[in-house]
């Protein structure tokens, strides 16, 4: 989106082997990365490891400078796929060489960057919209009538190993189901959980 030439990069570049991440969703971010050589993995990780990919960059080009540009947070996770090369820009210096810009090419890149940070972060509400029916989908398998006509379920193992099974973080299996819980679709604590309402239940499921 930006050429490097714009801005005072460091002389020294940092280096980082295959399988370390860059950048963490929703990361703050205080500098950005420009990736000299090598190539990164856009996506997003669950208990430590990337289960969902969304892209593929190869350097040079800069990795977060749109979230820069829009002042917000890291959208994705960001994994050396291979050994790579990055420079490490101050935010407040990246900043700086954007105003130095004519208006126009800055309102061009603002837009730009504004319609690439949609399209990621549609992209990731659709994998959390994913995991929420592998969730509603497992609790339907796994409940049990009850004589007034709901469902129930008892939670045989620990969380994080129904997650593990899910293939979805255990913060994002407890988020769904505070989500659904929310929303009428689960009642109960501990590890008994009632399905009230098993037919709304099976349109978040996918069926």
């Given at each position: ?64 400078a749109a979230d820069a540009l829009l002042g917000k947070h890291c959208a994705v996770d960001m994994v050396a796929e291979t050994a790579v090369q990055v420079r490490r820009l101050p935010l407040d210096a990246f900043q700086q060489g954007c105003a130095a810009l004519p208006e126009p ?103």
């Amino acid at each position: 989106m930006l050429s490097s030439t714009l801005f005072p990069l460091p002389s020294e570049a940092e280096t980082a082997a295959a399988g370390d991440m860059l950048r963490q969703r929703h990361e703050h971010l205080d500098s950005v990365l420009h990736l000299d050589s090598g190539r990164v993995v856009l996506g997003v990780c669950e208990q430590g490891e990337l289960r969902h990919r969304l892209g593929l960059v190869e350097g040079p080009c800069w990795l977060d400078a749109a979230d820069a540009l829009l002042g917000k947070h890291c959208a994705v996770d960001m994994v050396a796929e291979t050994a790579v090369q990055v420079r490490r820009l101050p935010l407040d210096a990246f900043q700086q060489g954007c105003a130095a810009l004519p208006e126009p090419a800055r309102a061009l890149l603002h837009d730009m960057a504004a319609a690439c940070r949609r399209q990621t972060d549609l992209a990731v509400s659709r994998l959390a919209q994913d995991a929420e029916a592998r969730c509603a989908q497992w609790l339907l398998q796994h409940a049990q009538p009850e004589p007034n006509g709901t469902l129930r379920v008892t939670l045989q193992e620990r969380k994080r190993i129904i997650a593990a099974q899910l293939g979805i973080a255990p913060e994002t299996f407890s988020r769904i189901l505070r989500h659904l819980r929310e929303h009428g679709l689960i009642a109960g604590t501990g590890n008994v959980l009632n399905l009230p309402q098993p037919h709304a239940l099976q349109s978040v499921a996918g069926g």
